[in-house]
């Protein structure tokens, strides 16, 4: 890897947080973090299905005592802006102190926008999207639409391993246009975050796995990222290698703690230099095809992974003989090791197995080059939508 590239000046990106905890019992260590940081006032943000299908929940409630003061799990999928702005009310109504986020990136996108929402005292969805980022024009940075540090903090409490925690970014969908709204927020990631590998374990086999890959694609994209940063990149390394060395063993065995913990480690390395260097086509395509054809981010992100690492072939040579050293599969192609980990976690590797038509993808193709990164950060040139089309073909076939 190069770590130095002559008259190249270099950034590396925190969003906010503070203390990130691993191997821990959330429970223990959660009432000792809130007296450390004097906090008294807790709402909790929860999937429905954690709060309704678990008892992780109550035993928070339980562990948090009289400084639980609401709840909702009002969370649908891709964190719609109504619930957003209920979220918020909510908040506001109880008097929080703190936010405790526990879920997967819905639950995670919905809360940077609740801070947004406390902080500017905004609870109608209209003035919300008022406060959408902008990206300079030279597409050199994102710049957030409202610059107030939030006055309600988060805690996060991750069941899912595909690395929202770690950034500013949220991305919630616009329920009247099913497209995505783009929100970077000041201090967005949680101030705490705290990895439980008994609560992560509670997560259904396919939503970890599926979130799992997200994460190695988000690693995956930053070591083949246009601009990388070296810090950025080491650490993406580590977390691709991670993954897929230890993503089989939790398929084989959900209680393999040792497994569980170093994907935790992945989810972590690949999370905290995901703000430093600009993803590529497969991470921002996701935001498209999600909302539009109605199907999770992850599931979808498996599919856009392999595509790309097709679609790369030849044009990320150094990134990619990179990755394969570390792995130990120097001759291999790089997207023959993906698709192999792909089938022995029984993910998707193609779009018809979720149900998306060549129609849809046609359909989508010009939404994707209007969208303000999408094209602008590859290794191979995307100019028109037939470019887009030709990549999405490969994604057709797995």
């Known amino acids: 890897m190069t770590l130095y590239l002559e008259n190249r000046e270099y950034q590396f990106r925190f969003a906010g947080y503070e203390d990130v905890f691993h191997n821990v019992n959330a429970t223990k260590i959660l009432p000792r973090y809130l007296d450390d940081k004097d906090y008294r006032r807790v709402f909790i943000v929860a999937s429905r299905s954690i709060n309704t299908k678990t008892d992780i929940i109550r035993r928070l409630e339980a562990c948090l005592g009289d400084k639980f003061v609401g709840l909702t799990d009002q969370v649908g999928e891709h964190a719609p802006l109504n619930d957003v702005i209920e979220a918020a009310k909510a908040a506001s109504e109880a008097d929080a102190d703190v936010i405790l986020g526990v879920g997967g990136g819905s639950v995670m996108d919905l809360c940077k926008v609740v801070q947004l929402c406390l902080a500017e005292n905004c609870f109608d969805k209209q003035a919300l999207l008022r406060f959408q980022s902008r990206i300079k024009p030279d ?140 993803h590529g086509f497969s991470h921002w395509m996701v935001h498209i095809v999600g909302p539009y054809a109605s199907v999770g981010h992850s599931n979808v992100a498996c599919i856009l992974m392999l595509a790309q690492a097709k679609w790369l072939d030849g044009y990320a040579e150094e990134q990619h003989s990179a990755i394969k050293r570390l792995l130990g599969r120097p001759d291999e192609p790089f997207h023959e090791i993906l698709a192999e980990l792909l089938r022995e976690l029984e993910m998707p590797t193609s779009f018809p197995e979720l149900g998306i038509t060549s129609e849809q993808l046609d359909e989508m193709a010009p939404l994707a080059l209007n969208h303000p990164l999408l094209a602008k950060f590859n290794l191979r040139s995307l100019e028109t939508a037939e470019d887009v089309r030709e990549v999405l073909a490969l994604a057709e076939t797995g």
Request: charged fraction near 20%; proline fraction near 7%.
């Open 139 to 278: 597409f050199s940075e994102i710049i957030p639409g409202s610059k107030r540090q939030p006055t309600v903090r988060q805690i996060f409490i991750p069941t899912t391993m595909a690395t929202a925690e770690w950034t500013a970014g949220s991305t919630p969908m616009d329920e009247d246009t099913h497209l995505k709204a783009r929100y970077r927020v000041v201090l967005g990631a949680p101030r705490a975050i705290m990895y439980d590998p008994d609560i992560v374990a509670r997560t259904p086999e396919k939503l970890l796995l599926s979130t799992a890959v997200r994460g190695l694609d988000h690693a995956i994209n930053t070591r083949c990222a246009v601009l990388p940063h070296p810090m950025a990149s080491t650490l993406a390394e580590n977390a691709i290698k991670l993954f897929i060395e230890n993503l089989p063993r939790l398929k084989k065995d959900r209680t393999d703690r040792e497994a569980m913990h170093l994907c935790q480690l992945a989810t972590s390395f690949c999370g905290m230099g995901q703000m430093t260097a600009v």
